[in-house]
T-cell receptor, first 113, second 112 residues
């Protein structure tokens, strides 16, 4: 069964450094998402992406964040200058055009020191 | 701003019995609801969903009930199995958006 994959599974970085989290959505999916879950808290929407542009973003997704689909398979989340409070589990999700359900990847655990 | 609430952080159920997980919401514009299951160190896995035009959806051992007037939905698992032990999230979205709003989750433990 096709699945969403994410790399790396864990990332440790110093505050102020840039990180890029990578996702490979399910191949025939057209809508892509990033969510995050701070330890012990709920899963929070960050951004949705369709047709090579952001379709929706939350207040969390400020100028430090960006997303890109650099080729036909990858979908990336970049954090330009990480802060301590960016430490969280980041989940990528994707969806077909005509279905409601988003399918999630296993997540990348980001730790900012 | 907790639009989706799961007021029970944990639930323990004996194997073979029914598990009932509850979710309340405040936004009357939500028109689609989903339940996800999450194991530690894994992403949420889709379980079952329901549109606001329905009040019940069933898939095998899983049934979701929606009470729009009460702004309440529940997930019934019967019979419960030890492999069902996980954190269960309800999620909702409003028409015209594909942004899911998640609840805080309920940790289900099914005792053998």
């Amino acid at each position: 069964e096709p699945e969403v994959t994410q790399t790396p599974s864990h990332q440790v970085t110093q505050m102020g450094q840039e990180v890029i989290l990578r996702c490979v959505p399910i191949s025939n999916h057209l809508y892509f998402y990033w969510y995050r879950q701070i330890l012990g808290q709920k899963v929070e929407f960050l951004v949705s992406f369709y047709n090579n542009e952001i379709s929706e973003k939350s207040e969390i997704f400020d100028d430090q964040f960006s997303v890109e689909r650099p080729d036909g398979s990858n979908f990336t989340l970049k954090i330009r200058s990480t802060k301590l409070e960016d430490s969280a589990m980041y989940f990528c999700a994707s969806k077909q055009g005509d279905q409601e359900t988003q399918y999630f990847g296993p997540g990348t655990r980001l730790l900012v020191l | 701003d907790q639009q989706v609430k799961q007021n029970s952080p944990s639930l323990s159920v004996q194997e073979g019995r029914i598990s009932i997980l509850n979710c309340d919401y405040t936004n009357s514009m939500f028109d689609y609801f989903l339940w996800y299951k999450k194991y530690p160190a894994e992403g949420p896995t889709f379980l079952i969903s329901i549109s606001s035009i329905k009040d019940k959806n069933e898939d095998g051992r899983f049934t979701v009930f929606l009470n729009k007037s009460a702004k309440h939905l529940s997930l019934h698992i019967v019979p419960s199995q030890p492999g069902d032990s996980a954190v269960y999230f309800c999620a909702a979205r409003t028409s015209g958006t594909y942004k899911y709003i998640f609840g805080t989750g309920t940790r289900l433990k099914v005792l053998a």
